[in-house]
């Protein structure tokens, strides 16, 4: 399923954010520290090689709703940008945190001239934000965001299994009606 939306192609797809050879970049759903970790940032880290974690060093730590921008190492990306989203409960304000992991991350496409960009469901994982939750703020963050860019042209959200798929495509619909 997909939209468009200020020029920009939005889609979401079943996969891994490891793995996505057709964009300019993928975000990170990255540690304080951006070293690899578990989940997104694990897989991230792995495919990219140890490289991506030395040069991730001086620019860490970053604060919840921080993006940081690398180079993507082994991945088939030129880009990586990491983003560290709010854990659910304890990192106030929380959709506000994650809608700037989102919008910061999109900032950083301008200033880079990046046409394409894949992200995961940030915090939604081990950090605990509620699936469907995550999905309204991210795309309403990322529709709030777009009428400033010029240079994106597509934006891909990646979800680990069908019920992430199915709760992404069925947000974006409803946010952004055929």
Do not use: W
Not at 112 to 133: C, D, L, Q, R, T
Not at 157 to 178: C, S
Request: charged share 15%; proline share 8%; hydrophobic share 45%.
């Amino acid at each position: 399923m997909d939209r468009t939306y200020a020029g920009v192609f939005i889609e979401c797809q079943e996969g891994n954010i490891a793995s996505q050879p057709d964009m300019d970049a993928v975000v990170n759903a990255a540690n304080a520290a951006l070293m690899p970790g578990g989940g997104v940032a694990g897989a991230i880290h792995k495919k990219a090689g140890p490289g991506l974690a030395i040069e991730c060093r001086p620019l860490a730590p970053i604060k919840p709703g921080q993006a940081v921008i690398t180079s993507a190492h082994n991945l088939p990306n030129k880009y990586v940008v990491h983003c560290l989203g709010p854990v659910y409960g304890k990192d106030n304000p929380s959709p506000i945190l994650l809608g700037n992991c989102y919008q910061n991350a999109l900032k950083l496409t301008e200033v880079h001239n990046i046409k394409s960009i894949a992200f995961p469901a940030i915090s939604a994982g081990i950090f605990g934000y509620p699936m469907e939750e995550a999905a309204r703020v991210a795309f309403s963050a990322i529709i709030k965001i777009l009428p400033q860019l010029h240079c994106l042209k597509k934006i891909r959200f990646v979800l680990y299994n069908n019920d992430y798929l199915n709760i992404h495509e069925r947000v974006l619909a409803e946010l952004i009606p055929q």
